[in-house]
């Protein structure tokens, strides 16, 4: 009687449109907290900018896990997934409590196509790349792959993707600049050193810049540097965080996208053999609609228009806005951020974001989380915090989103100073969920507890002649009137690693009329009638 | 023979005096430096200045202003004409004989362009004018409302931007009619709180600076922003005609109104870069205001204009910053 009861609650709220998102962490068993430097106050930068979270099924049974990176005082976790709601932490048993240190980013896929998603994981410091051995344990292979680095760097978002299409997958890392805490200067060192009068921590502005690497995969299990070759290295002005990719110009190369922190945002458009030119300033995704350099933080790329094209979104620093970018095509963006209802939150520092939909209506919505660099802010009792909430905006359609967070149920009013967020329908239910991680706190899991009665489909492309995580394939989903495309990527977000699985919502539509993939290699191919609310399964045809 | 070997055992004497002299007053010995100095003779050029520059820095620019002047003017050596330009000016602004301290300074500046150390003095030099001014206006007119605007100011560039409004609203309650004051709170409003409540105060203060001065065409354009980041883009159009129509020399409102004109941009924007020809967003908005126009070639031109004005400066204070956080070489 009280299931019937509850059963019919949900289908009420459902009915009446109504969305709850709520913070089921501690019941999923996240509750370890993940330490990233200082509460009150913060001595140096390297505190503020991590970390990460990533879905990725490393055991191959068909359910998102989770991995979350720790800043210094802690160790990133991997948590299985049960399958019944609850995740376990399995660090240990898969052989990642060895790195310690300041991670900062991650990112996955299967970067030696044996079938098993491997991980990468950024430090300030040295990264780690661990080779998932048949989904019972993971090999840090960082030495082997030629990954070591020749010095401290700090490493920030990275992302896999193979640009020059012969079916591995190669790496791309951001870099923020150079630190070392001997020589940075303290709190209130130098003008640069204050926020609104407080003494904070230095950077990123006075900060010697670094440059973006490139690796290439040599497909035997190693990489080699290509950032000097590539023209990656070139752009040596900026301060690197979130990177997202995508075919941005429509040439079906993939192009590289990194969110810069007060500097102009770098937009890496793939000539193709090897090299990529920085088009950025051209392309309208360097600056604000102004002209001015914001302090990019994450990035999402997601079609919200519904014409076929990549468009991009940033998280930005407080007193500026986010930044909402529609893609012209040919690589040209007009930033539409007032047009599309996204001008008002001025107030948070945004991080980790990205498009999903929510209410599987077929138009992607916009989920974004927040929580100040400075936690000295609290002491000036304004409505600029170091904890704060996360925002969803729901798309309209027409270009418009609105601002639903107030009404969007008890985990997004939840206060943390959060940092990277990645989205998976971890339990296949239709509904998309968003894994956050908190500095100094365990994560938040935000699940719908309203289900919506709208339909979805759920693909997870497994490439062949092309690298096996299908990273760069297109794919392209009609469902009577909906027309909907996204990108199998690795990277986003902030530092974090969605789950490689593409979900579409598909309204009211029982089924799909066709899925259209044009897979890395060049082939294409066309499913028809495909039925909808499950996760199918693609694997590239063999020549 | 003898006589000869004399003077020149007396020269080097001298000579040696003169150098343990500028030796000392190199290590910022200036007591020692002076004492050493005050024995060389009164005709060794590099002795005098040395021995005025160690007066000046031990406490004795009334003993030293006139050699200070002197060197400043004639010294052929340009390190210690500098020297003694910059100590006459330190002498200057303690003594506060500030009708010296700005010739000085002018020649100075002239002649050193760029100088650190000169630059300094001319910082050290307005900062005490403007000390002197707000002594003597806290003391003299505690009770006006310009000690209030000033306080606010002040507020301001601390970014305690709260505190700053409280003191505009003062300066208000004191001189309702006075100019400036309720833009001047409106802003402090904007930069205080991103909340709506607060939005809406801001218009309104910048509508009462409308009302006492029609013509502002700062505060009508502040209003277009507020509507517009309301979400109310229709709305702030009229505002932004407003002003650009009340100073035909406002760039700011020209950009907004391409921004909502994306077919007329191009001649509103062209007419901005030409009103400034360093306003940075101007030539990015025209930049792709061209390439939306596919006149790539135009839209090259507009993109080096921007890149040249977007670069960082360059000086000893950038490089300065761009080295922190470097190890030191070994």
């Known amino acids: 009687m009280r299931w019937a009861g509850l059963a019919g609650a949900v289908f009420l709220a459902a009915a009446a449109g109504r969305v709850e998102f709520r913070n ?49 005082g802690g160790l990133s976790r991997l948590y299985h997934n049960d399958g019944n709601g609850r995740f376990t932490d399995v660090t240990a048993k898969m052989e990642l409590d060895r790195a310690t240190g300041w991670g900062q980013g991650v990112c996955a896929a299967d970067y030696d196509n044996d079938g098993y998603t491997d991980l ?64 940075t200067p303290q709190p209130g060192a130098n003008p640069l050193c204050f926020y609104r009068g407080l003494a904070v921590a230095c950077g990123p502005r006075g900060l010697p810049f670094d440059r973006n690497i490139l690796y290439h995969n040599n497909g035997d299990g190693t990489f080699t540097d290509v950032s000097e070759a590539s023209g990656v290295a070139a752009p040596d002005q900026n301060y690197s965080l979130g990177v997202v990719t995508g075919d941005f110009n429509g040439d079906g190369l993939t192009d590289i996208y990194v969110a810069c922190d007060r500097t102009p ?37 997601g079609d919200y228009d519904g014409d076929g094209l990549p468009d991009l979104f940033r998280s930005n620093f407080s007193d500026e806005r986010e930044t909402l970018y529609r893609n012209r095509g040919g690589g040209e963006f007009d930033e539409v951020t007032a047009a599309a209802g996204l001008a008002r939150n001025t107030r948070y520092v945004g991080w980790g974001c ?19 660099v400075f936690p000295e802010v609290d002491r000036l009792g304004i409505d600029i915090r170091f904890r704060d909430h996360a925002i969803l905006y729901r798309n309209l359609g027409g270009g418009k989103f609105e601002d639903i967070t107030a009404s969007a149920g008890p985990g997004l009013a939840e206060r943390q100073s959060a940092r990277g967020a990645a989205f998976a329908d971890y339990d296949n239910d239709g509904a998309v969920e968003v894994l956050i991680n908190n500095q100094n706190a365990p994560p938040t899991l935000l699940r719908q ?3 919506t009665a709208n339909h979805w489909i759920t693909l997870k492309l497994t490439g062949t002649r092309s690298n096996r995580s299908a990273l760069g394939a297109k794919v392209r989903v009609v469902a009577g009137a909906l027309a909907q495309t996204d990108d199998v990527r690795s990277g986003g977000s902030y530092l974090s690693q969605n789950d490689l699985r593409l979900h579409f919502g598909l309204g009211a539509a029982a089924k799909v009329d066709r899925v259209e993939i044009e897979w890395p290699s060049g082939g294409r191919q066309v499913l028809l009638d495909v039925g909808a609310d499950r996760v199918v399964e693609v694997t590239e045809p063999r020549p | 023979m003898r006589g000869i070997s004399l003077l020149v055992i007396a020269a080097t004497l001298a000579a040696q005096t003169t150098a343990d002299g500028v030796a000392a007053f190199g290590r910022g010995h200036y007591t020692e430096a002076r004492a050493i100095l005050e024995k060389a003779p009164a005709s060794d050029a590099t002795a005098q200045t040395f021995l005025a520059l160690s007066r000046a820095a031990t406490g004795g620019c009334d003993a030293a202003r006139n050699d200070l002047t002197d060197q400043f003017a004639h010294n052929p050596d340009a390190a210690q004409r500098r020297l003694a330009g910059i100590a006459l000016v330190q002498c200057g602004l303690a003594q506060n004989r500030m009708a010296e301290v700005w010739p000085a300074l002018d020649q100075l500046q002239k002649a050193y362009p760029g100088d650190a150390d000169v630059l300094y003095e001319v910082a050290k030099a307005h900062r005490k004018g403007w000390d002197d001014a707000v002594f003597q206006l806290y003391q003299k007119s505690p009770g006006s409302f310009r000690v209030n605007q000033l306080s606010g100011e002040i507020l301001e560039t601390e970014g305690r931007y709260a505190d700053a409004a409280a003191e505009y609203r003062k300066a208000i309650e004191k001189n309702p009619a006075a100019l400036n004051l309720h833009f001047r709170l409106g802003r402090s409003l904007l930069l205080q709180s991103h909340e709506a409540a607060n939005l809406k105060e801001a218009q309104k203060e910048f509508e009462a600076e409308l009302a006492l001065n029609p013509s502002d065409a700062v505060a009508e354009f502040e209003i277009g922003k507020i509507l517009q980041g309301e979400q109310k883009a229709a709305a702030a159009v009229p505002h932004f005609e407003k002003a650009a129509a009340l100073d035909p020399n406002f760039a700011e409102p020209l950009l907004e109104l391409a921004k909502t004109k994306p077919a007329g941009a191009i001649p509103l924007l062209e007419r901005a870069v030409k009103l400034q020809p360093d306003n940075q967003s101007a030539h990015y908005a025209l930049m792709l205001a061209y390439r939306n126009a596919g006149r790539t070639a135009d839209a090259q031109r507009e993109k080096a204009i921007f890149d040249k004005l977007n670069r960082p400066p360059e000086g000893e204070f950038t490089d300065f910053l761009k080295k922190l956080g470097e190890k030191p070489k070994q």
């Not at chain 1, 030629?146 to 490493?155: A, I, T, W």
């Not at chain 1, 992607?364 to 927040?370: C, E, F, G, K």
Request: glycine residues 12%; charged residues 25%; contains cysteine.
């Open chain 1, 265 to 301: 945002s770098l937009l890496y458009i793939n000539l193709g053999k090897g090299k990529f030119a920085e088009e950025a300033v051209l392309g309208g995704v360097a600056f604000d609609a102004d002209g001015r350099a914001m302090s990019g933080m994450g990035v999402a790329a």
């Open chain 1, 449 to 451: 507890t309203a289900k």
């Open chain 1, 24 to 72: 089921v962490a501690a019941e999923a068993g996240l509750t370890a907290s993940f330490p990233n430097g200082g509460n009150q106050s913060k001595r140096f930068i390297v505190e503020t900018t991590g970390s990460g979270a990533a879905f990725l099924d490393y055991d191959n049974d068909g359910l998102p896990d989770i991995f979350l990176v720790s800043g210094e």
């Open chain 1, 120 to 183: 990468f994981v950024t430090y300030w410091g040295q990264n780690h790349l661990y080779r998932n051995v048949r989904g019972e344990r993971f090999e840090d292979v960082t030495a082997r792959a030629g990954l070591r680095q020749d010095r401290v760097r700090y490493n920030t978002g990275c992302a896999f993707l193979d640009y020059d299409r012969d079916g591995h997958a190669d790496l791309f890392v951001a870099n923020y600049l150079k630190f070392d805490p001997a020589t």
């Open chain 1, 354 to 372: 990205g498009f999903f939909d929510f209410d599987n209506d077929g138009r992607p919505d916009l989920l974004l989380v927040n929580g100040h």
